[in-house]
């Protein structure tokens, strides 16, 4: 089992280290790279042609601005892709999210939200956990720690009132 990450620049990074972290969370292996659909094509091309060959099951693909990595990579692989739109200056994101959504027919590509490599990562262990049941219930794990926690909070936000609870929380 193992994930794939790209990106078409390293300034990509400090929001696709997020689909990293989540995969180290899980335990699953990953590799992580720059790839470019523009400036690197070919690069783009032998990456997406060959992941399968060395064990990658999910490929994540981050981008900005036209944000054709994640579309061109799944139209060279049968491969699961997972768009992470990247927020860019000019138009806040909304260029990239519309370009990695709005795929033709025949060619999806699984999309989350704006800069959210975090729900990325846990898309590719949900993709994962069909095949592997040891993630399955990892992430029904996470799922009741989740749950508790806003259980917690929310009973803590009752008993406190909320202006204690935004004072401590600020604090």
């Known amino acids: 089992m193992k994930v794939g990450i790209i990106m078409g620049s390293d300034s990509d990074l400090p929001v696709m280290k ?10 699953v292996p990953y590799e992580i790279t720059v790839v470019s659909a ?6 783009m091309y032998e990456y ?7 064990g990658i099951e999910v490929i994540i693909a981050g981008a900005g601005g036209s ?6 990579t799944a139209s060279i692989t049968t ?5 992470v739109p990247i927020m860019t200056k000019a138009l806040k994101g909304m260029d990239s999210l519309l370009s990695i959504v709005q795929m033709p027919a025949g060619i ?10 975090r729900n990325a990562g846990l898309l590719a262990v949900q993709i994962l956990a069909i095949k592997y049941p040891e993630l399955r219930e990892k992430l029904k794990n996470f799922r009741n720690k989740m749950k508790e926690e806003v259980i917690k909070k929310g009973e803590k936000l009752k008993s406190l009132g909320f202006k204690k609870y935004l004072e401590e929380k600020e604090t």
């Open 18 to 27: 997020e689909a990293a972290e989540v995969l180290e969370e899980f335990g």
């Open 38 to 43: 523009h400036r690197t094509p070919e690069r």
């Open 48 to 54: 997406a042609r060959t992941a399968e060959e060395r």
């Open 67 to 72: 944000a054709h990595l994640p579309g061109m």
């Open 79 to 83: 491969l699961p892709v997972i768009g």
């Open 108 to 117: 999806p590509v699984a999309t989350v939200a704006i800069n959210n490599a």
